[in-house]
């Protein structure tokens, strides 16, 4: 599962934002213009419906890590920095995790938990809110998305396809670390 983002260890991360509600998300790599051209959502929110209706332009690193439908917090030294409660704790987190390092990422079976490792001292750790959502989503280069879901399964497909449309496969415990000096 891991074997195509052991390129994005050692990469700093920036601009850490928070997103809608207690959306996060991380850039690695190097920035390029993300384009999404609007079209007609069918949400029965009107709100909705004109967001897709606009054109978005962001910029984006080549890896785009978006922490989606799940509890998660960061960690430092032992003391919780931030997590998903409030926009201020959330903001926190955002400036904790800015210009650290990934190191590591670890999926743990027991409990659908995913710990993100970073190199000074930072420790972001998902972990789901109900049974089947997505707990996370990393875009990678090649318009492909790495995905893993409450119910401990990944799926590794193309950006443009749905969730629905993705395959998704058993979660083994799984650990990706970068060792020092590599």
Known sequence: ?????????GLPCW??????????????????????EPFAATSESARVRRAFARRMVVVRGAWHLWVYCCDW???SSGKTIGDSST???IDRAARELDGQKLLGITLR??????????????????RPYD?????????AP??????????????FDPATQTESEHTWREQP?????KRPGT
Not at 21 to 32: A, C, D, K, R, V
Not at 142 to 155: C, P
Request: charged letters at 25%.
């Open 1 to 9: 599962m891991f074997h195509a983002t052991t390129d994005l260890l």
């Open 109 to 126: 079976p027991k409990g659908a938990r995913t710990r993100f490792i970073f190199d000074l001292g930072a420790v972001l750790e998902t």
């Open 73 to 75: 917090r960061v960690e």
């Open 131 to 139: 049974r089947r959502s997505e707990q996370w989503m990393l875009y």
């Open 142 to 155: 090649g318009n492909k998305v790495l995905s893993f879901r409450a119910d401990r399964r990944y799926s």
């Open 15 to 36: 601009g850490v934002r928070r997103g809608y509600s207690s959306f996060l998300t991380l850039e690695f790599g190097n920035p390029s213009l993300f384009i999404r």
């Open 173 to 177: 415990g799984t650990s990706l670390t």
């Open 87 to 89: 926009p201020r704790r």
